[in-house]
């Protein structure tokens, strides 16, 4: 046959592009149909905000092995592929491009500013879908969604006005986490706690009537301002007969009570508490308990506002707190400062600090919804991998607060509400209304905009067209599984969850993989501000996408972060080089031979056990993938690639390769090549590229001894064949593998090049069930360990000059003294022994010294243990081929 020859050397930038236009322009993304169930997965959107990074590549990466595994598993497989607008991140983009072209969004005004954000909308969307091809990711492109198209718009604006509806969604004046920066509220999910090296402040409030003051201790004394009471604990006796008595608020003229309240901690300092409602969700709780009146003092901008004394407004707080201790010092009421560390609530998208705000916002009564979300794990409607993280789940759950979905920004879903200025009257509508149906006048819609997470909630059904009865929400809702990192359970799959329940009546997804994040060597979460983050594109351009893809895979463990550099990526290069190398050496060999049928008595040893090992390669493979054990998979395929096929099978199969019979080269040749063929179906979900290429390459099958298809993406996976169970043949085998790699050790060990051909002598024990087989294999075992005469006995050999090699049921005397200067080994040996002893010496020093076993890391110690034992059983070793080699016949 006529064999199209890969390249000499891999090179994956001259076919990587190319053979993924190719499965794009085939169409070979999209589900075919079939009856088997769909396997469907949408995509965690990535925010049209800039590029992927590692974290990203890793998720695309696990959705595109399942996606493909499942694709060839034969069910009708679907992967949806979106973006997200993300406002508050997209938002902030698109201001500080304004600022650096020194205008500002005011000076825009909202419809203009909005047309701005679309266009840097376009050009990263851009980015990111053709980021997502360069990794390969097998998405269906003609389903792709954005969560503010017209689509996912009409299906927000459902969702907000049916949860009004229900009483799911209310208004009110309440205390929120505002970010001064971005000028929004941001939801408890989205803050952020980092520990902040402040100072707390003492200082005393003199009581209305009669001598006497209270000490208060607070991290933020600008805040007094906004007190509204002092709090004790009700059976504190400090304090039993102050309580309902006044006090004095410095710097304000007001006067304020003194409340009992349990809340309040007697033992942590004085055992009373400054009351700032406004600015402090804890004392919000204490003033709706006790009737308190609430005071605001910030402006959105975080200065202080008109409700508090003149002096102190227009200026920022931290400017405020400088001048009120000033005051506070004038009037004699400042007692000390310290210095004090504690956490500090930051926006999640700016860093800046949290302020506590009250303002008008729209909320999600959350404990309902989520009720239904605990009960359907409850069920187990819904699974978690790995287990730990329900956990999470079931907290957050049980513990949750309404949500404020409302957002002060203009990129985003408007909110669908309208107000009427003349009769006060307020419309919650799918559709925009275009006059108050009370009075006819004008009306005025909300400027606020709905979070980002609210849209998001809703992927799972909204992306198949929901709220209409469309053919793709029939088919393929719910869909199967979410992959995602752990740091959004709560922003996000907790609600899509909650969303599911309330509008499709069922779990939007059941199995739900969590994976770890992407650090850098050192355990260091990757950042801009590190300088650490690793591009995934500039991976691919320097190893290929293939290497990329397995080595994230093969580091993913379940539970676990994953810690790499750019060199860790040569894992994956290598493996992908090994594939090349042995199929261009194979597709060589097929040159000018035929396929042969081969049937199951045509095998030799050597092809029952190859065939075994690869039934055993391909349960690991499916269990782990079907139990997302990423990278147990990966270490399936290649352990039996690299070891198994190309280490053993393809090295043995030069004995028949070589053969003086065609026929035996023909069937040989045959079975290398379905080998192959399956194992590049294995590898598929793995390494998709390389897979492809080089199956594309495979000569055509003219007798069809083995299957071939047009493409390996569609081409049905390996599946668990009852007929290959043979533990018999891994059992003998096992045995001679034991042996070659014991006669092989010994030339490395003395040095043997592999040119010069040795003498073995094998004794088997009485019993040992290998003996025929290693009888048998004699050829292949002098081919395997460079042997020049192999005698097979049952007794030991007659002369002692031979290096003795124990086995499991067998002994092996390799004839080193023919090959080699016996004086001049001896010397090598005697000198690596003396070097080898010195080092022990210094190791055991220092495993005798308490200072060291005491101070050094745990790791350290181990690392030097580890060493002493390595170096003993090299001397070991060392003094035994002395001894053999000083003996004589």
Not at 92 to 115: M, P, Y
Not at 189 to 211: F, N, R, S, T, W
Not at 405 to 420: D, E, K, T
Not at 847 to 876: D, H, M, W, Y
Request: with cysteine.
């Amino acid at each position: 046959m006529k064999a199209h020859i890969p390249n000499k050397v891999y090179n994956p930038r001259e076919f990587e592009s190319r053979i993924y236009n190719s499965w794009l322009d085939k169409g070979l993304f999209k589900p075919v149909g079939g009856d088997a169930d769909p396997f469907v997965i949408v995509i965690p959107p990535p925010n049209v905000t800039g590029v992927l990074h590692m974290g990203h590549g890793l998720n695309n990466i696990l959705q595109d092995i399942i996606i493909r595994y499942h694709r060839m598993s034969g069910r009708p497989t679907l992967w949806i592929p979106g973006t997200d607008h993300a406002g508050i991140a997209t938002q902030n983009v698109v201001e500080r491009k304004l600022k650096a072209e020194g205008t500002s969004k005011h000076d825009l005004g909202r419809e203009r500013f909005i047309q701005e954000t679309w266009k840097v909308k376009e050009e990263h969307h851009e980015i990111i879908a053709r980021q997502l091809k360069v990794l390969g990711a097998s998405c269906d492109w003609s389903r792709e969604r954005f969560t503010l198209d017209e689509g996912l718009s009409k299906a927000v604006r459902e969702v907000f006005v049916t949860l009004y509806e229900r009483d799911l969604i209310y208004r009110g004046n309440y205390l929120v986490n505002w970010c001064c920066s971005c000028g929004t509220a941001i939801s408890d999910d989205e803050v952020e706690h980092a520990e902040v090296h402040g100072k707390l402040y003492h200082y005393v409030y003199p009581l209305e009537i009669g001598q006497g003051t209270i000490e208060i201790a607070t991290t933020r004394p600008e805040t007094m301002l906004g007190d509204t009471a002092v709090a004790v604990h009700p059976e504190d006796e400090r304090y039993t007969s102050l309580v309902g008595k006044r006090v004095v608020l410095p710097l304000t003229g007001r006067t304020i009570p003194i409340v009992a309240d349990s809340y309040v901690n007697r033992e942590f300092g004085t055992g009373a508490v400054k009351v700032t409602p406004g600015h402090d969700q804890n004392d919000w709780d204490i003033a709706m308990r006790h009737s308190l009146e609430k005071i605001n003092i910030l402006k959105p901008d975080g200065t202080l506002n008109e409700n508090v004394p003149e002096k102190y407004r227009d200026i920022p707080a931290i400017e405020a707190r400088k001048r009120v201790i000033q005051d506070l010092k004038a009037e004699g009421l400042f007692l000390r400062e310290e210095e004090h560390i504690h956490q500090v609530g930051h926006c999640y998208r700016c860093r800046t600090i949290i302020e506590p705000y009250m303002s008008d916002q729209w909320f999600v009564r959350m404990k309902p919804l989520a009720e239904k979300a605990l009960h359907a794990w409850e069920r187990g409607e819904i699974v978690f991998y790995p287990k730990k993280w329900e956990n999470t789940y079931k907290h957050w759950l049980k513990t949750i607060r309404d949500w404020c979905i409302s957002r002060q920004l203009w990129w985003g879903h408007r909110i669908p509400v309208w107000f009427c200025d003349s009769c006060s009257t307020m419309l919650v509508e799918r559709e925009d209304p275009e006059r108050c149906p009370d009075c006819e006048g004008p009306l005025r819609q909300d400027d606020d905009v709905l979070d980002t997470w609210f849209s998001s909630m809703l992927w799972p059904f909204s992306t198949l067209g929901w709220p209409e009865q469309t053919s793709d929400l029939d088919r393929f809702f719910p869909t199967t599984a979410l992959v995602t990192a752990y740091d959004i359970i709560f922003f996000w799959v907790s609600r899509m969850i909650m969303a599911g329940l309330e509008f499709m009546g069922e779990a939007p997804f059941r199995d739900i993989y969590i994976h770890g994040l992407v650090r850098d060597i050192q355990g260091r979460k990757m950042s801009k501000s590190l300088g650490n983050g690793i591009d995934p594109l500039e991976i691919v351009d320097q190893y290929g996408a293939d290497a990329l893809k397995f080595t994230l895979t093969f580091l993913a463990a379940q539970g676990q972060d994953i810690l790499l550099d750019t060199d860790t990526f040569k894992l994956g290069s290598k493996f992908a080089n090994k594939i090349w190398n042995a199929a261009r050496y194979l597709i060589l060999n097929m040159g000018g031979r035929t396929f042969v049928p081969v049937s199951q008595k045509n095998y030799n040893s050597l092809d029952r056990w190859i065939l075994y090992r690869l039934n055993e390669a391909i349960k690991t493979v499916r269990a782990s993938v079907e139990s997302y054990r990423f990278n147990d998979a990966a270490l399936g395929v290649y352990e039996f690639f690299w070891n198994d096929f190309c280490d053993w099978y393809i090295e043995s199969s030069k004995l028949y390769l070589t053969s003086d019979d065609p026929k035996e080269q023909d069937r040989s040749i045959t079975m290398l090549a379905s080998v192959l063929e399956e194992s590049l179906r294995l590898l598929h979900p793995f390494l998709s590229f390389i897979t492809e290429e080089i199956y594309q390459l495979l000569p055509p099958d003219n007798q069809g001894t083995f299957p071939r298809h047009e493409y390996v993406i569609t081409a049905p996976y390996p599946e668990i064949r009852p007929e290959r169970e043979d533990p018999g043949i891994a059992e003998r085998f096992g045995s001679l593998q034991e042996l070659v790699r014991g006669i092989r050790t010994i030339r490395s060990e003395f040095t043997i090049p592999p040119g010069k051909k040795i003498n073995i002598h094998i004794k088997t024990d009485p019993g040992f069930q290998g003996t025929d087989f290693f009888s048998d294999q004699i050829p292949l075992i002098t081919l395997l360990t460079g042997g020049n005469s192999v005698q097979l006995s049952e007794n030991r050999p007659e002369t002692a000059e031979a290096v003795p090699l124990a086995g499991n049921g067998f002994e092996v005397f390799v004839f080193v003294r023919d090959v080699i200067d016996v004086p001049k080994e001896i010397a090598k040996l005697e000198k690596e022994l003396e070097k080898m002893r010195s080092q022990l010496k210094k190791t055991e020093g220092k495993l005798r010294n308490t200072q060291f076993l005491a101070n050094a890391p745990e790791n350290i110690v181990e690392k030097e243990r580890g060493i002493q034992q390595e170096l003993s059983g090299r001397i070991r070793k060392i003094e035994g081929h002395l001894v053999d080699l000083s003996k004589t016949g």
